[in-house]
Every structure is written in structure tokens, then in C-alpha cells.
């Protein structure tokens, strides 16, 4: 008999413009002039002022790479200064190429709005409150389908009806393709949905269509916490979403303080298995990732390593002078919330898309408990990187670069092609909600803690049509790993 207690945590709606979002918790400046350029021409003179301000801005964007970015020492000695800003940086970087450079940077981005870019990295945007999956609706086929993964409570996606599973496939009366999906599903404000679900194996069309109009969210992280009794076992499962300590522009570490309470609640209910479902979360703050764990591990303290850093030759001598070696290896905390001398193990639920703090989490675990991951392969992102923006605000860029890799306590990093899942399982297009314990990969776990035959959990190996992307790679934190210690960096001489 299983006894379930569910608690969905709401998200905030805040209809506020541009000039009131805050700055993010992680944000710092990065001194003008403070590198050397190392080309050896200056831009040749002009008196277009857009050409002018392009140059200024390349130069700037040099600069900052020049000191913070991990692979400095590969940036192209003569770079065309003539580039407008983002093809500039993108000709910067050390691009991955799976032959010539396995070793490259897939990471880094440079945003054209940093107070946006500050605003994505805490969880806060304009949308319709839906993430979801692109899949072809056929192999082979131009058309494309939108499956919802999960709807954020009070939403205006929540509120017009949609809910995890339905299939988007028209956008104002056009059906989604290839060649417009982009623009349909990412680039309205108001939209016309019309949407199928997916029954005995094939699309079954809803006869009517909702209106959606996006607003801008704060999205809680936290989406969902449960504790199941299966077979005398006291299960504990949680969907956690991002990694952010608090709302956009917040002081308090809101969010942070809600799994407290969660972990406090599991330890009290006296749960001896843990679900950790990482699912759809594409990283996020390093602040929160420590807080997670530090709640997890088995027999961890504020004297153990969650994790080291490694940087650049440039600046790592200027850290560790400005800091210290501390400065390199970040501790677990203690917290009296901690469940880890309760559990022998803990399940991590993975995607595609889970990465960045998502991974830091199952490979900083490992040295201290068995982690067991069941789902599909992960991203692959052992790297992390800082905001970089121009505190004079006359530049209005934000620089996202990777700056640092990841190890663990015993010096592990070695999952650049992602975690492979310890239990496969695609899942279906048939979904259920999140928490049910029918879901597919939730009861696929409930049933290999409680030491079912695995015949019965062969039907999830089959993937379903092919995958084409996911909204949720646009969510800022889907490139980043952050560490949220840092407000301002040394200036490199």
C-alpha cells in the first residue's frame, strides 16, 4: 500500500518593467583596463559612431576574456575587431569540435541585455509558465510537436488549462514545423494553442484552443515535494527545478530556506530513501548546489569538500593571493536539517537536459554515498562560469564565459559526455502528472527500491519520437554553473 502527501510550491507573478529588476545575486564588475591587450594593431579610426561603439565594446570584451576565461591561452592572437559584438565573442571562443578539440568550450554565451541575463539566471522571465520537449511528429518529418513536461501552478499556461503531456501543435492556426517552430512558440506574447494528447499510442486532437498571454514570472524552483510508504520503506521525493537561492533582486535565500523546511520534514517523517528528480534542471547557482548536498551527504560537515575549482593560469595566482587557497575548495555546510546518516544511497532522476550544478551535485555526492542515476544521459558540464558585466553601464552586454572546471573530493571530473544513467529509462510521450506514482521514471524507481523484477521495467528502454529540443535549453542557468561567493574578482596587472 502506498500513502502519499503531496505539497506543490506556488511561483510568484510580478508585472514590473525592466527598470525594476535587481541586480543578480551573483553579479560583479569587472574593472575597465584592468588587462593587457595582446593585438598587435589599433582599430583603424572612424567616425561612425555605431562603428565606433562596436569597437569600444570589442575591445572591452577582449579585455575581460583575456583575464577570466578558462582556455585564455587559445584565444586567436589577431582577432577582427570588426565584428559586431556577438560574432566577436563567439570568434573568441575555443569552440568544441569532437575530434580536433574534446576539450573545447560548449558553453559560454554572450547576452545582448545583462539586466535580463541577471534576471534569467534567478529564475525570472517572460513566458506562459510551460517547459517543454520538441520531438518530430514522425521521423523523418518537417512537422514539429511540443510536449509539455511540467506548468508552473498560477501560470497563465496553468490558468488557460494546459497541463503536463498535452501536445502543442498549432500556434495561431499555423502547425509547427521546422522552419517556424522558433518564432511560433518563443517569439509571441499572446498566443492561440491548439493541442492534442498523446492516447493509445497516437495524437488525439482536443476540439477546442486556448489563448495564452506571457507575463514575466519568478519561478519557484521547488515544484513539488512528497513522501511515499512503499513495503515498510519511507520515501522521500523531490522536484527541484533551478538552482537559485532566492527571487530575482532578493536579499533572502527564499528558496534555499524552503528545502531547509522540505529536509527538515523528511527527517522528521523518518525517510530512509531519497528521489532527488533533476529531470529538467539545467543548473544554476554553485550557493544552492552546496546547500542541496550539504542536506544530502552521508556523514558530511563544514570540514569536508563538496568540490575544488581549477582557473586559469593568468588568474589563479591572483586568486589564491586575494583569497587564499581556500578560495579553490568549497566546503559542505553543516545543517541540522541533514538526512544523510538516514539513507544509505540517494536516486537521481536525469535527462538531457540535466547539467552544469545538476551534475555537480551527483558527482560531488559520489565520494561520500551511492548515487544511483536512472533516466538518460546527462549534458556533460564540469565546467562553471561567472556574469560578467560593465559597471559604468554605458556597455550593455553581459558576459557569460566559462572560467572554471569542476572536481570532486577525489579529484573527478571525468563526465564531459555526460552521466550515463545507471538504470535506462526514455521517457514515454504518454505522461503523467508529476508525483503520481504511475509517472513512468518516478515508479520505475519506486519499484527498483523495492526490488521488483526487472521484467516489468523493460517497456521504458524504447525512446519515444525523435528528439528535437527543449525549452528548457533557453533558460539562462541551461549554460551556467555559478559560484555565488564571488562579488568582485582581483584586478590582474
Not at 566546503?331 to 544511497?345: A, D, M, P, V, Y
Request: aromatic letters at 10%; proline letters at 5%.
Amino acid at each position: 500500500m502506498i500513502k502519499l502527501n503531496v505539497r506543490v510550491r506556488q511561483l510568484h507573478l510580478r508585472n514590473f518593467g525592466r527598470n525594476t529588476i535587481g541586480a543578480s545575486l551573483l553579479a560583479f564588475s569587472v574593472m575597465l583596463g584592468a588587462c593587457q591587450k595582446n593585438f598587435e594593431e589599433d582599430p583603424v579610426p572612424t567616425t561612425d559612431p555605431d562603428v565606433q561603439t562596436e569597437q569600444t565594446d570589442n575591445e572591452w570584451i577582449l579585455e575581460n576574456m583575456q583575464t577570466y576565461y578558462f582556455w585564455n591561452k587559445q584565444l586567436p592572437a589577431k582577432p577582427d575587431m570588426t565584428q559586431v559584438p556577438e560574432d566577436f565573442f563567439n570568434s573568441l571562443l575555443y569552440s568544441y569540435d569532437a575530434a580536433a578539440r574534446p576539450d573545447g568550450d560548449r558553453f559560454s554565451f554572450i547576452a545582448a541585455d545583462a539586466e535580463e541575463l541577471q534576471a534569467s539566471l534567478s529564475g525570472e522571465g517572460t513566458s506562459t509558465g510551460a517547459e517543454f520537449n520538441l520531438y518530430l511528429a514522425r521521423q523523418g518529418s518537417d512537422e514539429v510537436i511540443a510536449q509539455i513536461l511540467y506548468v508552473l501552478p498560477g501560470s497563465p499556461a496553468d490558468k488557460a488549462g494546459l497541463k503536463r503531456g498535452d501536445i502543442i501543435e498549432q500556434i495561431n492556426g499555423q502547425t509547427l514545423t521546422r522552419s517556424n517552430y522558433s518564432s511560433l512558440l518563443f517569439d509571441q506574447n499572446t498566443m492561440v494553442v491548439g493541442y492534442s494528447n498523446w492516447q493509445n499510442n497516437q495524437l488525439v486532437k482536443s476540439d477546442k484552443t486556448i489563448s495564452i498571454t506571457k507575463t514575466v514570472i519568478q519561478e519557484n524552483p521547488v515544484l513539488l515535494d512528497s513522501v511515499y510508504t512503499v513495503s515498510g520503506k519511507k520515501i522521500g521525493y523531490l522536484v527541484y527545478n533551478q538552482f537559485i537561492p532566492g527571487p530575482n533582486g532578493s536579499n533572502v535565500n527564499t528558496y534555499d530556506l524552503q528545502l531547509d523546511q522540505i529536509f527538515s520534514q523528511f527527517k522528521a517523517e523518518g525517510i530512509n530513501e531519497l528521489i532527488l528528480d533533476l529531470r529538467y534542471n539545467p543548473g544554476g547557482y554553485v550557493s544552492s548546489a552546496v546547500n542541496l548536498a550539504s542536506l544530502i551527504g552521508k556523514n558530511v560537515d563544514a570540514t569536508k569538500t563538496f568540490y575544488r575549482q581549477e582557473w586559469n593560469e593568468t588568474l589563479t595566482p591572483e586568486l589564491e593571493k586575494e583569497f587564499g587557497e581556500e578560495f579553490f575548495v568549497k566546503k559542505f555546510t553543516t545543517k541540522s536539517e541533514n538526512i544523510g546518516n538516514q539513507l544509505s544511497r540517494v536516486y537521481v532522476l536525469t535527462s538531457r537536459r540535466t547539467a552544469s550544478a545538476s551534475e555537480l551535485i551527483i558527482n560531488g555526492l559520489k565520494p561520500y554515498m551511492e548515487v544511483i542515476t536512472i533516466g538518460t544521459q546527462t549534458t556533460g558540464k564540469n565546467v562553471g562560469s561567472i556574469t560578467i558585466t560593465d559597471d559604468t553601464g554605458k556597455k550593455k552586454w553581459g558576459l557569460q564565459p566559462i572560467v572554471f572546471k569542476s572536481y570532486n573530493a577525489q579529484d573527478q571530473s571525468d563526465y564531459t559526455a555526460g552521466f550515463p544513467p545507471t538504470l535506462q529509462a526514455e521517457e514515454p510521450l504518454e505522461l503523467l502528472p508529476l508525483g503520481d506514482t504511475k509517472e513512468a521514471i518516478l515508479n520505475r524507481t519506486l519499484l527498483q527500491i523495492t526490488g521488483a523484477p526487472t521484467a516489468r521495467l523493460r517497456n521504458l528502454e524504447a525512446a519515444p519520437l525523435p528528439y528535437a529540443g527543449s525549452s528548457l535549453e533557453r533558460k539562462a542557468a541551461g549554460s551556467n554553473m555559478f559560484d555565488g561567493q564571488i562579488k568582485r574578482l582581483p584586478e590582474v596587472q
